[in-house]
């Protein structure tokens, strides 16, 4: 295993001196979702000097003492060859306390990034578009800007970089979007508002699912057929120990559990081949349908490999019926004075639909030497040589059902121990969608 290194382990009370908390830290680890707003983090502590009872509690706090009212962690950490991370959570929970001899007791502390804390109390009602409409992807950026990375984060970032000398910069990334919209965002919170345009929002192949998501970078809004376009970061190999008992080669692959694969029946019934959006107008009292045909579609697909599902089924299998105000945006007196620009859901739901299907068909979990090069929405390409199959020129087959290019979707890094006898190992959650040599 891969030792990491942590220049900084800091918890900040929210009243009182900070801690340095390097003694106690059994086990630290630094989770990514691609489908979770939030980097979150978990701390196992061996706590023999009553650290709750140490820091002080600020006078609006219900809690006897400051585990856990809201303090900040800072962290630095890095592994040999690979970038520093700086980190900042919010502590939110202390959990799983066990009392482990008469003078030291075991709990996990829970945190969150800083600003989940900022956007949780906050509420959104505006409309957002103008008289002309807008694009989604400005509205996203926008929304973040002014309530996750916003002013007040920023200052908190600018004081720990004056008071602890560690630097927290994120950047805003988001992918454009196809079309001008207006919507009335009537109190919802701010991670309902990002989610609900993330689910309006059309791309302009017309198959999107835009993800809103954190990772080392900052805060990302992308589509993860542009995701799956990405060239692999890293590229690992299962090796056997018998063969190559190297623990510390950084592009071995230390163990995996295969989580998910084909499930032809799911596949129907979920849309994968096929599929039929109903769409009613209740204003003109018609009805349109829009029919998705997986095989005459697929060319359009942004794959990690290039090949099809094996399957059909009748798009009668997933239907869905919606009402719609498409074709409401014309100068007839009738409509003209509604202004109105007509959501576009109806016609790229069915294509959603399969997609999301197509790329998630596969689900492995992976453990490799720890590393903080990596991050959720990056692709890796993974070899599982099948044992003992050589060809005539020692040539290695490749598993075709497992092997392959992948998308991270989880992903986490454990440190187990703090110092010099620490260990470092990254295990993340990928998908891809088919084999790598056709049947």
Same mark, same amino acid.
């Given at each position: 295993?891969?030792?990491?290194? @942590?220049?900084?382990?800091?918890?900040?009370?929210?009243?009182?001196?900070?801690?340095?908390?390097?003694?106690?830290?059994?086990?630290?680890?630094?989770?990514?979702?691609?489908?979770?707003?939030?980097?979150? *983090?978990?701390?196992? &502590?061996?706590?023999?000097?009553?650290?709750?009872?140490?820091?002080?509690?600020?006078?609006?706090?219900?809690?006897?003492?400051?585990?856990?009212?809201?303090?900040?962690?800072?962290?630095?950490?890095?592994?040999?060859?690979?970038?520093?991370?700086?980190? *900042?959570?919010?502590? %939110?929970?202390?959990?799983?306390?066990?009392? +482990?001899?008469?003078?030291?007791?075991?709990?996990?502390?829970?945190?969150?990034? &800083?600003?989940?804390?900022?956007?949780?109390?906050?509420? =959104?009602?505006?409309?957002?578009?103008?008289?002309?409409?807008?694009?989604?992807?400005?509205?996203?950026?926008?929304?973040?800007?002014?309530?996750?990375?916003?002013?007040?984060?920023?200052?908190?970032?600018?004081?720990?970089?004056?008071?602890?000398?560690?630097?927290?910069?994120?950047?805003?990334?988001?992918?454009?979007?196809?079309?001008?919209?207006? @919507?009335?965002?009537?109190?919802?919170?701010?991670?309902?508002?990002?989610? @609900?345009?993330?689910?309006?929002?059309?791309?302009?192949?017309?198959?999107?699912?835009?993800?809103?998501?954190?990772?080392? %970078?900052?805060?990302?809004?992308?589509?993860?057929?542009?995701?799956?376009?990405?060239?692999?970061?890293?590229?690992?190999?299962?090796?056997?120990?018998?063969?190559?008992?190297?623990?510390?080669?950084?592009?071995?692959?230390?163990?995996?559990?295969?989580?998910?694969?084909?499930?032809?029946?799911?596949?129907?019934?979920?849309?994968?081949?096929?599929?039929?959006? =109903?769409?009613?107008?209740?204003?003109?009292?018609?009805?349109?349908?829009?029919?998705?045909? %997986?095989?005459?579609?697929?060319?359009?697909?942004?794959? &990690?490999?290039?090949?099809?599902?094996?399957?059909?089924?009748?798009?009668?299998?997933?239907?869905?019926?919606?009402?719609?105000?498409?074709?409401?945006?014309?100068? *007839?007196?009738?409509?003209?004075? +509604?202004?109105?620009?007509?959501?576009?859901?109806?016609? @790229?739901?069915?294509?959603?639909?399969?997609?999301?299907?197509?790329?998630?068909?596969?689900?492995?979990?992976?453990?490799?030497?720890?590393?903080?090069?990596?991050?959720?929405?990056?692709?890796?390409?993974?070899?599982?040589?099948?044992?003992?199959?050589?060809?005539?020129?020692?040539?290695?087959?490749?598993?075709?059902?497992?092997?392959?290019?992948?998308?991270?979707?989880?992903?986490?890094?454990?440190?187990?121990?703090?110092?010099?006898?620490?260990?470092?190992?990254?295990?993340?959650?990928?998908?891809?969608?088919?084999?790598?040599?056709?049947?």
């Amino acid at each position: 295993m891969r030792q990491g290194k @942590f220049e900084k382990l800091l918890l900040i009370p929210t009243a009182g001196a900070p801690f340095d908390i390097s003694d106690l830290v059994a086990e630290v680890s630094i989770y990514q979702d691609l489908f979770s707003h939030y980097m979150t *983090c978990e701390l196992v &502590l061996r706590d023999a000097i009553s650290i709750s009872r140490s820091i002080p509690a600020n006078e609006e706090e219900l809690l006897n003492g400051g585990l856990t009212g809201g303090e900040l962690l800072i962290m630095q950490y890095y592994s040999e060859n690979d970038p520093m991370i700086t980190n *900042c959570f919010a502590m %939110y929970s202390r959990s799983a306390r066990t009392k +482990e001899s008469d003078t030291t007791e075991v709990f996990i502390l829970s945190g969150i990034s &800083l600003e989940a804390f900022d956007a949780f109390p906050r509420k =959104i009602s505006r409309a957002f578009g103008g008289q002309n409409g807008n694009e989604i992807h400005k509205m996203v950026e926008s929304v973040v800007r002014e309530f996750l990375y916003s002013r007040n984060t920023r200052d908190v970032y600018s004081g720990i970089l004056k008071d602890f000398k560690a630097l927290i910069e994120k950047q805003v990334i988001v992918e454009e979007t196809s079309g001008k919209h207006r @919507f009335v965002i009537p109190n919802l919170s701010v991670d309902d508002t990002i989610d @609900f345009f993330a689910n309006e929002a059309d791309s302009p192949d017309h198959i999107p699912q835009y993800l809103f998501y954190e990772n080392y %970078y900052g805060f990302n809004f992308w589509n993860l057929g542009t995701l799956a376009q990405g060239n692999p970061v890293m590229e690992y190999i299962y090796t056997e120990y018998n063969i190559d008992p190297s623990d510390t080669d950084k592009t071995k692959i230390t163990s995996y559990t295969v989580k998910k694969e084909n499930n032809l029946l799911k596949n129907a019934k979920s849309g994968l081949f096929g599929s039929k959006i =109903i769409a009613i107008d209740m204003i003109k009292k018609r009805k349109t349908e829009t029919v998705f045909d %997986y095989n005459k579609e697929f060319k359009k697909f942004k794959t &990690l490999q290039p090949y099809k599902q094996k399957g059909t089924s009748h798009p009668d299998v997933n239907v869905t019926m919606m009402t719609t105000r498409m074709g409401h945006d014309c100068s *007839c007196p009738q409509l003209g004075l +509604e202004n109105h620009l007509p959501k576009r859901i109806d016609h @790229f739901l069915g294509a959603r639909r399969s997609y999301t299907n197509h790329i998630m068909n596969t689900m492995l979990s992976v453990m490799v030497p720890g590393t903080t090069s990596l991050n959720v929405g990056d692709t890796v390409l993974l070899k599982f040589p099948i044992k003992n199959a050589l060809t005539d020129s020692q040539e290695v087959i490749l598993d075709k059902d497992l092997s392959g290019k992948y998308i991270i979707t989880k992903l986490r890094n454990k440190f187990n121990g703090i110092g010099d006898k620490s260990s470092f190992i990254t295990i993340f959650e990928c998908i891809k969608d088919t084999q790598i040599q056709e049947s």
